[in-house]
Structures are given as C-alpha cells and as structure tokens.
C-alpha cells in the first residue's frame, strides 16, 4: 500500500457498498455531495462486484465510469447523452453441475446447511455468489449476520481451495463471491489505467473491504494508494486528505 502526493492524482477510484454507501442501499446525499467535490479536482470510477447497471441505478444514476463484474464489464459516462453507456461485457460460461457439488461440500463441511431460496446463484457473466443464508435470506438477517466478517475468513481459506479456478472474496453482508481468474478489482483498475493513459502512481483506491479474503485486498496490497474507510457514514471524512 502506498502513500501519495494530492498533486500527482489523476483517478479516485471507489468500491460502493460498506464505502460510500450502506450494503444494497442507494446513495446519500451526503455521500453525493462529496463525490461532487471530489470530481471538481479528479477523475472518478467506481469498481464494483456487481453488474455495471445495477451500481448506476444504486448510485441513482449518478455521472460516473463504472468497472462492474470485477472486470468482467466496462461502461463510460456520456456526458453529452447523459447516459451511462456499457463499452464492454464479457461472459464464460459455467459447469453448475461441478459448482453445485462444490456448494453442497462447502456447506457440509463449515454447517452452513439451513438456507433460504437457492443455495448458489449464478450470474450471467459467469460470476458465482455463494450466500451462506440463501438467495432469498431477508436483507436485515444478511447484515447482522456478519458485520465484521470474522464467520467469512474464518472459513474462506476453504472456500478459496475448493474453487481453486475462480478468485473468491468476502462479499456483500453474507456471502462470497467468485469470480473466474482472472477478474478481480486489481485486474479491472490496471486495465482501465492502460486504456486512460493513466500510470499506476496516479491513482488513489478507496475500499472497506481490504482485509483477508477482501474484494478490495489485492488493490490494499499492491503498489496503488489505498485510503480505508471502515465506516461508510465516515466516508467524507476518509477521503478528506484528497481535497
């Protein structure tokens, strides 16, 4: 993790949710306020987990380029449209019956066999989640279930070994989620800077979930500035070193 110079940064890039906004919730105004501020002086791009779209509509339709999937789809804001415009989107497929039985052991084995709904969902991307409280677990049951996600790591070495041809995070409230290699938050960013033009050093990461198993570890480890937010109602606070 590096530190930088203000002066130097071209990009503030952003994970959504548990950063600038509470788990599947929409965006503040509060929270607005500061990404308004923030873009009076830099490029913004949010990277998130999920789709391009479903970020936008969370952001309620906020002006801004979205990495979504891990990578797995790009999309550009088109200032003269006022539309968010999808550039890329990629798909692989799946083998749900290999992924299922995956599922079905990792339950067995770390006893989280009692479930609502579906016990894997797919994406059409190819991505995978795999909700430890089900597909159809109410919202509020998902974030008390593990805020500081210590249920999660504790068993995400085994989650990782066993999809071995994915990359697996801590995702969302209660959940991992998967990605096929390479896709991942670290990936997407440096590809987005090359088709920018914008060098590594110019870049500041803004991410809550950097720890093990974290979707945004491999940023937090690497050589791009990171500011952790382990708060999102602190999230202007975090970032006020940017302005």
Not at 131 to 148: E, M, R, S, W
Request: charge should be negative; include cysteine.
């Amino acid at each position: 993790m590096n530190t930088f110079s203000k002066e130097r940064v071209k990009l503030v890039a952003f994970d959504l949710d548990g950063t600038i906004t509470q788990h599947k919730t929409k965006l503040s105004e509060e929270s607005k306020r500061v990404l308004d501020a923030l873009g009076r002086s830099y490029r913004l791009l949010m990277v998130g987990a999920g789709s391009c779209e479903r970020i936008h509509n969370q952001l309620n339709g906020y002006p801004i380029d979205i990495v979504g999937n891990y990578g797995m789809e790009y999309a550009q804001w088109d200032e003269k449209s006022r539309k968010l415009i999808v550039t890329e989107k990629r798909s692989v497929p799946i083998d749900k019956p290999s992924v299922t039985e995956r599922i079905e052991y990792l339950r067995r084995e770390t006893g989280y066999t009692e479930y609502k709904g579906e016990t894997v969902e797919f994406h059409e991307s190819g991505m995978l989640t795999f909700p430890l409280l089900g597909t159809a677990a109410a919202l509020p049951d998902k974030i008390a279930f593990d805020p500081d996600r210590k249920k999660r790591r504790k068993i995400y070495p085994l989650v990782a070994e066993t999809f071995g041809d994915y990359n697996a995070f801590v995702g969302g409230s209660s959940s991992f989620d998967m990605s096929p290699k390479p896709y991942c938050k670290l990936e997407a960013l440096g590809r987005y800077c090359s088709l920018h033009n914008i060098s590594r050093d110019e870049v500041v990461y803004v991410g809550d979930d950097y720890g093990t198993g974290g979707n945004d570890e491999d940023v937090y480890k690497s050589d791009i500035a990171f500011i952790c937010v382990d708060n999102y109602l602190d999230f202007g606070k975090c970032v006020s070193k940017l302005f």
